[in-house]
Protein backbone atom coordinates (compact mmCIF):
# COMPACT_ATOMS: atom_id res chain seq x y z
CA UNK A 1 0.00 0.00 0.00
CA UNK A 2 1.16 3.27 -1.14
CA UNK A 3 1.61 5.62 2.19
CA UNK A 4 -0.64 8.98 0.55
CA UNK A 5 -2.64 7.50 -2.48
CA UNK A 6 -4.38 9.74 -5.06
CA UNK A 7 -6.51 8.73 -8.47
CA UNK A 8 -4.48 9.80 -11.07
CA UNK A 9 -7.18 11.21 -12.96
CA UNK A 10 -7.26 12.95 -15.41
CA UNK A 11 -9.86 14.94 -13.77
CA UNK A 12 -12.61 16.69 -16.15
CA UNK A 13 -14.88 19.56 -14.84
CA UNK A 14 -16.95 22.13 -16.74
CA UNK A 15 -15.95 25.83 -16.10
CA UNK A 16 -17.75 26.83 -13.07
CA UNK A 17 -18.22 23.54 -11.56
CA UNK A 18 -16.89 22.40 -8.42
CA UNK A 19 -13.93 19.83 -8.77
CA UNK A 20 -13.30 17.20 -5.90
CA UNK A 21 -10.03 16.02 -5.19
CA UNK A 22 -9.06 13.22 -3.27
CA UNK A 23 -6.17 11.61 -1.05
CA UNK A 24 -5.87 8.91 1.68
CA UNK A 25 -2.92 7.93 3.90
CA UNK A 26 -1.68 5.38 5.93
CA UNK A 27 0.23 6.46 8.18
CA UNK A 28 -2.59 7.12 11.64
CA UNK A 29 -0.13 9.52 13.39
CA UNK A 30 0.14 11.77 10.45
CA UNK A 31 -0.04 15.45 11.57
CA UNK A 32 -0.01 18.00 8.84
CA UNK A 33 -2.14 17.42 5.61
CA UNK A 34 -1.12 19.65 2.49
CA UNK A 35 -2.68 20.37 -1.03
CA UNK A 36 -0.19 21.60 -3.55
CA UNK A 37 -0.91 22.79 -7.32
CA UNK A 38 1.77 22.16 -9.96
CA UNK A 39 1.65 23.11 -13.16
CA UNK A 40 3.60 21.62 -16.30
CA UNK A 41 7.36 22.28 -16.03
CA UNK A 42 6.97 24.04 -12.98
CA UNK A 43 7.80 23.56 -9.15
CA UNK A 44 4.78 22.99 -6.56
CA UNK A 45 3.06 25.85 -4.99
CA UNK A 46 0.90 25.45 -1.75
CA UNK A 47 -2.55 25.88 -1.86
CA UNK A 48 -3.81 24.53 0.98
CA UNK A 49 -2.49 23.23 4.34
CA UNK A 50 -5.19 21.44 7.40
CA UNK A 51 -4.04 20.53 10.72
CA UNK A 52 -7.58 19.08 12.41
CA UNK A 53 -10.43 17.37 11.30
CA UNK A 54 -13.24 19.48 9.60
CA UNK A 55 -13.14 21.56 6.67
CA UNK A 56 -10.80 24.54 6.41
CA UNK A 57 -11.68 27.10 3.60
CA UNK A 58 -9.62 29.66 1.57
CA UNK A 59 -11.11 31.81 -1.33
CA UNK A 60 -12.53 29.11 -3.43
CA UNK A 61 -10.56 26.27 -1.82
CA UNK A 62 -11.92 24.54 0.92
CA UNK A 63 -9.21 21.39 2.37
CA UNK A 64 -11.20 18.82 4.43
CA UNK A 65 -9.80 16.51 6.83
CA UNK A 66 -11.13 13.16 8.48
CA UNK A 67 -8.79 11.44 10.30
CA UNK A 68 -10.50 8.72 11.55
CA UNK A 69 -11.24 7.46 7.99
CA UNK A 70 -7.76 9.08 6.76
CA UNK A 71 -8.35 10.54 4.15
CA UNK A 72 -8.05 14.64 2.91
CA UNK A 73 -9.61 16.07 0.34
CA UNK A 74 -9.89 19.28 -1.79
CA UNK A 75 -12.89 21.13 -3.62
CA UNK A 76 -12.18 24.12 -5.71
CA UNK A 77 -15.50 25.87 -6.76
CA UNK A 78 -16.41 28.01 -9.35
CA UNK A 79 -13.24 25.89 -11.28
CA UNK A 80 -11.48 27.89 -13.83
CA UNK A 81 -9.04 27.23 -16.61
CA UNK A 82 -6.37 28.72 -15.07
CA UNK A 83 -7.13 25.88 -12.31
CA UNK A 84 -6.26 23.14 -14.91
CA UNK A 85 -3.10 21.59 -13.24
CA UNK A 86 -1.90 18.47 -11.48
CA UNK A 87 -3.04 18.41 -7.37
CA UNK A 88 -0.44 16.67 -5.24
CA UNK A 89 -1.80 15.89 -1.67
CA UNK A 90 1.31 15.87 0.30
CA UNK A 91 1.29 14.06 4.71
CA UNK A 92 3.83 14.89 7.18
CA UNK A 93 3.98 11.53 9.01
CA UNK A 94 7.07 10.38 11.46
CA UNK A 95 9.96 11.29 11.39
CA UNK A 96 8.69 15.09 10.30
CA UNK A 97 9.23 13.71 6.69
CA UNK A 98 7.06 14.83 4.07
CA UNK A 99 5.58 11.93 1.72
CA UNK A 100 3.62 13.04 -1.64
CA UNK A 101 1.24 11.36 -3.51
CA UNK A 102 1.06 10.76 -7.20
CA UNK A 103 -0.97 14.41 -8.23
CA UNK A 104 -4.63 14.13 -9.80
CA UNK A 105 -4.49 15.72 -12.61
CA UNK A 106 -7.51 18.42 -13.94
CA UNK A 107 -8.80 19.30 -16.53
CA UNK A 108 -11.51 22.36 -16.50
CA UNK A 109 -12.89 22.90 -19.80
CA UNK A 110 -14.45 25.91 -21.45
CA UNK B 1 4.46 32.47 1.90
CA UNK B 2 8.15 32.39 2.16
CA UNK B 3 10.38 32.53 -0.56
CA UNK B 4 12.83 29.58 -1.84
CA UNK B 5 15.53 30.72 -4.84
CA UNK B 6 16.89 27.59 -6.84
CA UNK B 7 19.36 28.65 -9.24
CA UNK B 8 20.06 27.66 -12.27
CA UNK B 9 16.80 27.15 -13.42
CA UNK B 10 17.75 25.02 -16.44
CA UNK B 11 20.99 23.51 -17.13
CA UNK B 12 22.59 21.03 -19.94
CA UNK B 13 25.95 19.61 -19.69
CA UNK B 14 27.85 16.72 -21.22
CA UNK B 15 28.07 13.27 -19.60
CA UNK B 16 31.03 12.85 -17.12
CA UNK B 17 30.65 16.45 -16.29
CA UNK B 18 29.70 17.68 -12.66
CA UNK B 19 26.79 19.98 -11.92
CA UNK B 20 25.68 22.35 -9.30
CA UNK B 21 22.36 23.41 -8.41
CA UNK B 22 21.97 25.91 -5.29
CA UNK B 23 18.89 26.24 -3.32
CA UNK B 24 18.50 29.60 -0.91
CA UNK B 25 15.68 30.46 1.61
CA UNK B 26 15.23 34.10 0.74
CA UNK B 27 13.41 35.34 4.21
CA UNK B 28 13.72 33.30 6.80
CA UNK B 29 16.44 30.78 8.04
CA UNK B 30 16.20 26.98 7.69
CA UNK B 31 17.97 24.78 9.87
CA UNK B 32 17.08 21.60 7.37
CA UNK B 33 16.23 21.67 3.34
CA UNK B 34 15.29 18.73 1.48
CA UNK B 35 16.17 17.85 -2.50
CA UNK B 36 13.42 16.00 -4.70
CA UNK B 37 13.82 14.68 -8.12
CA UNK B 38 10.98 14.23 -10.30
CA UNK B 39 11.44 12.35 -13.76
CA UNK B 40 7.87 13.18 -16.05
CA UNK B 41 4.76 12.18 -15.48
CA UNK B 42 5.85 11.15 -11.52
CA UNK B 43 5.77 12.39 -8.54
CA UNK B 44 8.35 14.06 -6.70
CA UNK B 45 10.73 11.80 -5.04
CA UNK B 46 12.70 12.54 -1.90
CA UNK B 47 15.98 12.31 -2.55
CA UNK B 48 17.74 13.93 0.90
CA UNK B 49 17.37 15.90 3.75
CA UNK B 50 19.99 18.79 4.27
CA UNK B 51 20.65 19.77 7.63
CA UNK B 52 22.70 22.75 8.03
CA UNK B 53 26.27 21.67 9.76
CA UNK B 54 25.87 18.43 9.60
CA UNK B 55 25.82 15.76 6.83
CA UNK B 56 22.89 15.04 4.86
CA UNK B 57 20.42 12.17 5.62
CA UNK B 58 19.90 10.55 2.22
CA UNK B 59 16.85 8.24 1.22
CA UNK B 60 17.26 4.46 0.07
CA UNK B 61 18.99 4.34 -3.34
CA UNK B 62 20.18 7.45 -3.43
CA UNK B 63 24.10 7.37 -4.00
CA UNK B 64 25.98 9.57 -1.53
CA UNK B 65 28.71 9.78 -3.33
CA UNK B 66 26.92 11.08 -7.03
CA UNK B 67 24.74 13.41 -5.34
CA UNK B 68 26.77 15.56 -3.18
CA UNK B 69 24.95 18.06 -0.84
CA UNK B 70 26.29 20.64 1.57
CA UNK B 71 24.09 22.76 3.70
CA UNK B 72 27.10 25.43 4.91
CA UNK B 73 24.33 28.17 6.18
CA UNK B 74 20.80 28.69 7.36
CA UNK B 75 19.70 29.93 3.92
CA UNK B 76 21.91 27.81 1.55
CA UNK B 77 22.57 24.48 0.17
CA UNK B 78 23.97 23.11 -2.61
CA UNK B 79 23.59 19.79 -4.83
CA UNK B 80 26.29 18.49 -6.94
CA UNK B 81 25.57 15.79 -9.54
CA UNK B 82 29.02 14.80 -10.05
CA UNK B 83 29.84 12.90 -13.27
CA UNK B 84 26.26 12.99 -14.72
CA UNK B 85 24.87 10.90 -16.79
CA UNK B 86 21.94 11.08 -18.98
CA UNK B 87 19.76 9.25 -16.88
CA UNK B 88 20.42 11.86 -14.66
CA UNK B 89 18.26 14.10 -16.68
CA UNK B 90 15.91 15.17 -14.64
CA UNK B 91 13.83 18.17 -12.53
CA UNK B 92 15.66 18.93 -9.05
CA UNK B 93 13.69 20.53 -6.69
CA UNK B 94 14.79 22.20 -3.37
CA UNK B 95 12.44 23.30 -0.64
CA UNK B 96 12.63 24.66 2.62
CA UNK B 97 10.51 24.40 5.86
CA UNK B 98 9.57 27.67 7.27
CA UNK B 99 9.24 27.04 11.10
CA UNK B 100 7.35 30.32 11.65
CA UNK B 101 4.09 28.90 8.97
CA UNK B 102 1.28 27.26 10.76
CA UNK B 103 1.22 23.87 11.70
CA UNK B 104 3.41 21.50 14.04
CA UNK B 105 5.92 20.89 11.79
CA UNK B 106 5.73 24.66 9.23
CA UNK B 107 5.08 24.19 5.58
CA UNK B 108 7.41 23.38 3.52
CA UNK B 109 8.42 26.09 0.26
CA UNK B 110 9.78 24.89 -2.83
CA UNK B 111 12.20 26.68 -4.60
CA UNK B 112 11.05 26.91 -9.21
CA UNK B 113 13.37 23.79 -9.76
CA UNK B 114 16.35 22.88 -12.00
CA UNK B 115 15.69 21.05 -14.92
CA UNK B 116 19.27 19.04 -15.82
CA UNK B 117 19.69 17.48 -19.33
CA UNK B 118 22.67 15.29 -19.62
CA UNK B 119 23.75 14.54 -23.23
Known amino acids: QKEVEQNSGPLSVPEGAIASLNCTYSDRGSQSFFWYRQYSGKSPELIMSIYSNGDKEDGRFTAQLNKASQYVSLLIRDSQPSDSATYLCAVTGGGNKLTFGTGTQLKVEL | GAVVSQHPSWVICKSGTSVKIECRSLDFQATTMFWYRQFPKQSLMLMATSNEGSKATYEQGVEKDKFLINHASLTLSTLTVTSAHPEDSSFYIC???????????????FGEGSRLTVL
Open chain 2, 95 to 109: SARDLRAGGPNGELF
